[in-house]
């Protein structure tokens, strides 16, 4: 099968997102339903801006599939944008602090800052997320299951238990519309959201995605382009707004010795038969990640625990 890999293409107040797909393989079922939720969900949350109201994004399948299959050719799905006034949108003279508009506009000589930010919108995430459904219909046929919630609001932490299973972290998410598993921290949350909403300003957080069911030995250790785990921080840290990715315990491994960061192998002889050959650990502060290249514990991307 050829490398999976995505393009994505719009603006933010264009005519609508596209996205490209290469390298799924043909006869996979594409689960529209399963996309357009991942689509709402990423429209949802607590304290979402006014442009969340205006649109209603939905996938369209523009090549690629038929009756309801992939046929292993390029795949094409498009997002409507309701919002659609790029060619009316005013001139932006005034670049915003912590968005693209000044170095865009430096790096293309342009006194409008409109050209720059509406490519460098947040905007663009929808034709991401869908592709991202798209993704976990392969996933699924391969028995792989990713939940990503939220770990941290401001100065707010969820607890999130290091065992907790994919369809308990997914129900408990789903449950309140701040996005954590951690339903004591809800309501902390909503008022750190709040208070900011009502000093005038935002508040940032941290998120965290959790993939089970992942074989040992994706990725490699030969070239270091193709590490893994460079690889999934590099696409993580590309996502608008993103200052920091963690793999396991991160940046919290810098502050601990060394037999405090490993994860050490054990035997299981009633595991022998699953994917990892009865080679169990009892922790899991690698992030499931080795020398870039999965070990067969579960995936953590974020402020995972610790």
């Known amino acids: 099968m050829a490398e999976l890999n995505y393009r994505t293409a719009g603006e933010s107040h264009g005519r609508a997102l596209t996205v490209l797909i290469e390298g799924l393989p043909a006869g996979l079922a594409v689960d529209l339903a399963l996309i357009n939720g991942e689509l709402r969900r990423r429209q949802g949350g607590y304290g979402r801006g006014a442009r969340m109201k205006i649109e209603r994004d939905e ?181 608008q707004a993103m200052k920091g990715v963690e793999i396991g315990l991160g940046f919290e491994a810098a502050r601990r010795p060394g037999s405090a960061v490993h994860d050490a192998l054990y035997y299981d002889a009633a595991q022998r038969d699953t994917a990892n050959f009865g080679f169990v650990r009892r922790s899991n502060r690698a992030g499931g990640l080795e020398g870039g290249m999965t070990n067969g514990m579960p995936l953590e991307i974020g402020r995972a625990h610790v």
């Open 59 to 239: 996938a369209l399948i523009l090549s690629g599939v038929r009756a309801g299959q992939t046929m292993g050719s390029p795949l094409v799905l498009q997002i409507a944008n309701r919002d659609f006034r790029i060619d009316d949108a005013p001139v932006v003279q005034r670049p915003r602090p912590g968005h693209a508009d000044f170095a865009g506009a430096m790096k293309w000589l342009t006194t409008d800052c409109r050209e720059t930010l509406e490519r460098a919108s947040a905007r663009e995430t929808a034709a991401r997320v869908a592709a991202g459904g798209l993704a976990k219909c392969l996933l699924s046929a391969f028995g792989v299951q990713c939940v990503g919630f939220v770990a941290e609001i401001g100065a707010v932490r969820a607890d999130v238990p290091a065992d907790a299973t994919p369809d308990a972290l997914a129900a408990a998410r789903a449950a309140n519309d701040v996005y954590t598993p951690d339903a004591r921290a809800v309501d902390a949350m909503r008022a750190a959201i709040r208070q900011a909403k009502k000093d005038r300003d935002t508040v940032g957080g941290v998120v965290e995605v959790r993939v089970y069911g992942v074989p040992p030995g994706l990725g490699t250790c030969a070239a270091w382009q193709e590490k893994l785990d460079g690889r999934l921080m590099q696409a993580v840290g590309s996502i």
